[in-house]
């Protein structure tokens, strides 16, 4: 039957397929892990990129000689002193609990769990909306539209995170676009299952480019044969009949 597909031996996480451990800043970009009653403000050193990061991070330095890492705000400079606790201002890169941040502010890097050191709206030029305050919790708005409800504790950055429409940049070399999924562990190039050999891929061999059976595979259909469409209950074009 031939080897497995390419799109399956990947999930072994073996050598060839993972991400690489190069150009890394050696520790987690997350919130330092301050309790809720303590008050800090750190001092931004630099600014870095991290490989395989489109964000840029804050290198910040803190009163105590500590350094952390956070992901930089949209108008992060270098000498911009960051504050960490509930006593913050309402002001760009502060971090402070949702619980004490007003309706309709905008807000990045939020805790999806307390202590979490920050998880979610992490991506570059993304932002959420700190909606409205309630007995269940503080509800936040997220870049795609949903709403969810956040325990009160969970801690959010204020502002826009920095690095937005670095992904709308072409790509000028095919180099250049597999150094780019390379470093986030992401398959490419991608080629389609007909044009590979019979050995490769199930749909691949013959003299021509065509699959040459039913591409619809049963949900039990063993590893080596689970591609195409996996129990489709339904494949192409509606067609709407005729009234006579």
Known sequence: ???????RRRGRGGNQFRSTSTGKV???ANYPRFSLSEQHE???????????????LAKVRFEDGSVSFVPAVLGAKVGT??????????????VISIQNIPDGTIVCNI?????????????????ATVFSHGDEGVTVKLPSGK??????????MIGTLAGGGSSERPFMSAGGKWRNFKAKG???????????????HPHGGGRHQHVGQSSTVSRDAPPGAKVGSIAARKTGRARIKERK
């Open 81 to 94: 002193t960051l504050q960490f606790g509930l006593k913050s201002k309402i002001e760009k890169g502060n």
């Open 186 to 200: 992401k398959k490419y190039p991608i080629v389609r299952g007909v044009a590979q050999a019979a050995y490769v």
């Open 26 to 28: 050696g520790t987690k």
């Open 42 to 56: 750190g001092e931004i050193i630099d600014l870095v990129h991290e490989r395989g990061r489109e964000a840029p």
């Open 111 to 127: 805790e999806k769990h307390f202590g979490d050191g920050g998880a979610i709206v992490k991506s570059a030029g993304t932002d």
């Open 1 to 7: 039957m031939g080897k497995r597909p390419l799109v």
């Open 147 to 156: 709403f969810t409800t956040l325990n009160p504790k969970n801690r959010a």
